[in-house]
C-alpha cells in the first residue's frame, strides 16, 4: 500500500463510524460560555481545543485570549477533553447564546466532526476557522463567508525530519518504536507518513520494532514506552512520537529506568517541555508550529471577515485552505531558539492575516 493510500484509508474508515453520531448528537450540556460583553466590538469568541492540561492546546488558549484582549472582546475555552460528541454539542450551546456574534477557532476532535460544526455556524451566521482536521471534500468556499478558512500544517515533512533527527542520535543504523496519534487525524496520517518515508530511505539501516497510537495521550504513551522497555530492552536506540505530548509521556518512562538522554525521543509541536527536554539533551528535536499564533490569528481570520474587513469569498484559495510555517528544532540551535521565542514574550501583529501562510493544502 502506497503513503497516500494509507493515508485515504484511515481517513475514510474514521469518517464512516463517527459521522452518524456527529450529527444526530444534541446539546449534552451548555457550559459557562458566553460571559456578559464589556467595551468591545460586540463580537463573543471561543477556541474549541482538546484540553487545557495539553501544552499545546493551553499555549493555543493563550494566543486566542491575547488576541480578544487586544479588541476588548470576551473569549471562553470550548474543551473537548477528546469527546466528539462534547466538542459538537459546546458549540452548539455556544452558538445558541452568541448568534451571528459568534467568532469560533476549531480543532475538530476528529476529521468527520469538521462537517456538522460548519454547517451549524454557517446556520447561525457565525464565523469559523477550522485548524488541522477535516474531510478533504469540505472547503471553506463551498460555505460563502461563514466558513472564513481551514488552517493546517504539512505534517509528512514533519514527521520525516524529526525521524532523520531521531537516526542521527544513534548514527543512524539500529532500531526505534514510535507513538501515533489519533489514527483518523489528518496530522497524525501525515507525520506516520513521513516517519515511514525516513524509515524506507534509511536503506534497512533502521527498523521499526512497533508503532503504537497513543491518540495524542501522554499517559498513554507513557505506559505504552514502559512496556516496549521490558518488551525490547535494549534493542530500542530511539522514540519517535507524533506529537510532543506523547514525547514527554515516553521521556518520563525513560527517566523512571534511568534512560533519559541515552535514548533519544523526537516529538513534534515546540510545547516548552519539549525545548526544554532537547536544551537538556532528552530529546533529539521537536516541531515548532508556533500555538500561540495558531489560536490568536484563527480568531483574528474570523473578526477580520465578520467585520467586514476582508470578504473570505473574495479571497484565493490559497488564502482559505492553507498550510501554516513549523520548524524543526535541534540540540544545535534550541539555545538561539530559547532566547527568542521561550525567555522573550512573543510578539504577534494579528492584523497580518497571511504573513506565514507557506502554500495552498495539498490533497492526495
Same mark, same amino acid.
Given at each position: 500500500?502506497?503513503?497516500?493510500?494509507?493515508?485515504?484509508?484511515a481517513?475514510i474508515?474514521?469518517?464512516?463510524? %463517527?459521522?452518524?453520531?456527529?450529527?444526530?448528537?444534541?446539546?449534552?450540556?451548555?457550559?459557562?460560555?458566553?460571559?456578559p460583553?464589556?467595551?468591545?466590538? /460586540?463580537? &463573543?469568541?471561543?477556541?474549541?481545543i482538546? &484540553?487545557?492540561?495539553n501544552?499545546?492546546?493551553?499555549?493555543?488558549?493563550?494566543?486566542?485570549?491575547?488576541?480578544?484582549?487586544?479588541?476588548?472582546?470576551?473569549?471562553?475555552?470550548?474543551?473537548t477533553?477528546?469527546?466528539?460528541?462534547?466538542?459538537?454539542?459546546?458549540? =452548539?450551546?455556544?452558538?445558541? !447564546?452568541?448568534?451571528? =456574534?459568534?467568532?469560533?477557532?476549531?480543532?475538530?476532535? +476528529?476529521?468527520?466532526?469538521?462537517?456538522?460544526?460548519?454547517?451549524?455556524?454557517?446556520?447561525? !451566521?457565525? @464565523?469559523v476557522?477550522?485548524?488541522?482536521?477535516?474531510?478533504?471534500?469540505? @472547503?471553506?468556499?463551498d460555505f460563502?463567508?461563514?466558513?472564513?478558512?481551514?488552517?493546517?500544517?504539512?505534517?509528512?515533512?514533519?514527521?520525516?525530519?524529526?525521524?532523520?533527527?531521531?537516526? +542521527?542520535?544513534?548514527?543512524?543504523?539500529?532500531a526505534?518504536?514510535?507513538?501515533?496519534?489519533?489514527? &483518523?487525524?489528518?496530522?497524525?496520517?501525515?507525520?506516520?507518513? /513521513?516517519? %515511514?518515508?525516513?524509515i524506507?530511505?534509511?536503506?534497512? $539501516?533502521?527498523?521499526?520494532?512497533?508503532f503504537?497510537?497513543?491518540d495524542?495521550?501522554?499517559? !498513554?504513551?507513557n505506559?505504552?514506552v514502559?512496556?516496549?522497555?521490558?518488551r525490547?530492552?535494549?534493542?530500542?536506540?530511539?522514540?519517535w512520537?507524533?506529537? +510532543?505530548?506523547?514525547?514527554?509521556?515516553?521521556?518520563?518512562?525513560?527517566?523512571?529506568? /534511568?534512560?533519559?538522554?541515552?535514548?533519544?525521543v523526537?516529538?513534534?509541536?515546540?510545547?516548552?517541555?519539549?525545548?526544554?527536554?532537547v =536544551?537538556?539533551?532528552?530529546?533529539?528535536?521537536?516541531?515548532? *508550529?508556533?500555538?500561540?499564533?495558531?489560536?490568536?490569528?484563527?480568531?483574528?481570520?474570523?473578526?477580520h471577515a465578520?467585520?467586514?474587513?476582508? &470578504?473570505?469569498s473574495?479571497?484565493?484559495?490559497?488564502?482559505r485552505?492553507?498550510?501554516?510555517?513549523?520548524? %524543526?528544532?535541534?540540540?544545535?540551535?534550541?539555545?538561539?531558539?530559547? $532566547?527568542?521565542?521561550?525567555?522573550?514574550?512573543?510578539?504577534?501583529?494579528?492584523?497580518?492575516? *497571511?504573513?506565514?501562510?507557506?502554500?495552498?493544502?495539498q490533497?492526495?
Open positions: 500500500m502506497s503513503i497516500n493510500d494509507f493515508m485515504q484509508k481517513l474508515d474514521r469518517r464512516r463510524f %463517527l459521522i452518524g453520531s456527529a450529527l444526530g448528537v444534541g446539546v449534552i450540556g451548555a457550559p459557562g460560555l458566553v460571559r460583553a464589556f467595551a468591545g466590538t /460586540g463580537y &463573543s469568541h471561543a477556541s474549541s482538546r &484540553s487545557l492540561s501544552a499545546f492546546h493551553a499555549a493555543w488558549n493563550k494566543g486566542a485570549e491575547s488576541f480578544a484582549q487586544t479588541i476588548g472582546d470576551p473569549h471562553s475555552a470550548l474543551v477533553e477528546g469527546n466528539s460528541e462534547k466538542g459538537i454539542a459546546d458549540i =452548539k450551546a455556544f452558538l445558541a !447564546k452568541a448568534g451571528d =456574534k459568534a467568532i469560533l477557532g476549531v480543532d475538530p476532535n +476528529d476529521s468527520p466532526d469538521a462537517r456538522p460544526i460548519v454547517e451549524a455556524v454557517a446556520a447561525a !451566521k457565525g @464565523h476557522v477550522t485548524v488541522w482536521n477535516k474531510p478533504n471534500d469540505l @472547503h471553506p468556499w460563502g463567508d461563514n466558513y472564513v478558512a481551514h488552517m493546517s500544517f504539512n505534517g509528512v515533512p514533519a514527521g520525516e525530519q524529526t525521524a532523520k533527527a531521531l537516526f +542521527d542520535s544513534f548514527g543512524g543504523e539500529g526505534i518504536v514510535a507513538l501515533g496519534g489519533i489514527p &483518523s487525524n489528518v496530522s497524525a496520517i501525515e507525520r506516520k507518513a /513521513g516517519l %515511514l518515508k525516513a524506507e530511505a534509511s536503506n534497512g $539501516k533502521v527498523q521499526l520494532l512497533d503504537q497510537d497513543a495524542w495521550d501522554s499517559a !498513554k504513551a505506559n505504552i514502559a512496556a516496549w522497555l521490558t525490547f530492552g535494549g534493542d530500542i536506540k530511539g522514540v512520537a507524533a506529537n +510532543d505530548g506523547m514525547a514527554i509521556g515516553a521521556l518520563e518512562a525513560l527517566r523512571a529506568e /534511568g534512560l533519559a538522554g541515552q535514548i533519544q523526537t516529538g513534534v509541536d515546540g510545547t516548552r517541555d519539549a525545548v526544554q527536554a =536544551k537538556n539533551k532528552e530529546m533529539a528535536a521537536t516541531v515548532d *508550529w508556533d500555538p500561540f499564533w495558531i489560536g490568536g490569528i484563527a480568531l483574528s481570520l474570523g473578526h465578520a467585520t467586514g474587513a476582508f &470578504s473570505p473574495k479571497e484565493p484559495q490559497e488564502h485552505e492553507f498550510y501554516g510555517t513549523g520548524a %524543526l528544532i535541534t540540540q544545535a540551535d534550541v539555545e538561539a531558539y530559547w $532566547k527568542k521565542n521561550v525567555e522573550a514574550t512573543p510578539e504577534v501583529d494579528w492584523n497580518d492575516l *497571511w504573513g506565514r501562510v507557506s502554500g495552498q493544502i490533497y492526495g
